[in-house]
């Protein structure tokens, strides 16, 4: 199975600021997902990151908020922009291989 | 509109006390439905992946049923060990890979 590294695992930042997270996986994959884990509650996804080409968003979450890239088949990123406490969540990188697997989280709190 | 419901919401075990664990669903296309473990402030781990009615699937105390209208997961003799919150998810319609969550187990087993 493969092995996904996410990085930071935890960030406390200000207000109106950006957050940059990294999502590494140790082999090839097709496709890599983005989800949010609010306190208590179950995953949602935020989009599917597509290599060489534009995300593609669930309802409720857009690019200019979640701007994400994929520039290869091992890599993403999901920067949280402009940040609000609203924004304080656990955001989880997914990766299929045979089976989807998930990082273990970042958790980010905004004050 | 597909619906997927985990039962109980919490339940707590003696250890060695085996029950099961429940997600209805009343999804259209169902493609495949998953279940995942998670620790706190950890990222799900994969358990198991059912395609059809009539599948089941084991690892160790765990054994994933699938039926046309839900899915339980048995876990036998439990250890301590084994509390976490169990997430049920699903994958509908062609293509498509993404996961949708149900709300969760929260399983504590008491030594």
């Known amino acids: 199975s493969a092995v996904i590294s996410q990085k930071p695992s935890r960030d406390i930042c200000q207000r109106g600021t950006s957050l940059t997270i990294q999502c590494q996986v140790d082999?090839?994959?097709?496709?890599m997902f983005w989800y949010r884990q609010q306190p208590g509650q179950s995953l949602t996804l935020i989009a599917t990151?597509?290599?060489?080409?534009?995300?593609?968003?669930e309802s409720g979450f857009v690019i200019d908020k979640f701007p994400i890239s994929r520039p290869n088949l091992t890599f993403s990123t999901l920067t949280v922009s402009n940040m609000s406490p609203e924004d304080s969540s656990i955001y989880l990188c997914?990766?299929?291989?045979?089976?989807?697997?998930f990082g273990q989280g970042t958790r980010l709190t905004v004050v | 509109e597909d619906q997927v419901t985990q039962s109980p919401e919490a339940l707590r075990l003696q250890e060695g006390e085996s029950s099961s664990l429940n997600c209805s669903y009343t999804?259209?296309?169902?493609?495949?439905l998953f279940w995942y473990r998670q620790d706190p402030g950890k990222g799900p781990e994969f358990l198991f992946t059912?395609?059809?009615a009539g599948e089941e699937k084991e690892k160790e105390r765990l054994k994933a049923t699938l039926t046309k209208k839900e899915s339980f997961l048995h876990i036998t003799a439990p250890k301590p060990e084994d509390s976490a919150t169990y997430l049920c998810?699903?994958?509908?319609?062609?293509?498509?890979?993404?996961?949708?969550f149900g709300k969760g187990t929260k399983l504590s087993v008491i030594p």
């Open positions: 997914s990766a299929l291989d045979t089976e989807a697997f």
């Open positions: 082999s090839q994959v097709t496709m």
């Open positions: 990151a597509n290599q060489g080409s534009e995300a593609t968003y």
């Open positions: 999804v259209s296309g169902l493609r495949g």
């Open positions: 059912l395609y059809s």
């Open positions: 998810a699903w994958v509908t319609g062609a293509g498509s890979y993404q996961l949708t």
